[in-house]
């Protein structure tokens, strides 16, 4: 006779992270620094910051799309 096999699967889901970067090339004698920009995402969970602050450095964000923007 044949035998039966139950097999469960647990999924664990893991929680959505965002972060923010910008990088500015200073190559012709330029000295702005990234920090002198404001990155936000608009969308599930709206983050706003600086490069490199903990409002945009691994933010919890909740699934879906986001629009990236930037002002300075």
Known sequence: TGDNATCTINNDDQAA????????????GGTALATA?????????????????????????????YALSETG
């Open 37 to 65: 920009w404001t990155l936000a995402a608009a969308g599930p969970t709206n983050i706003t910051g600086a490069t490199g602050s903990a409002a945009v450095t691994n933010a919890s964000v909740n699934p879906g799309s």
């Open 17 to 28: 992270t965002l972060t923010l970067a910008k990088t500015v090339t200073n190559d012709n």
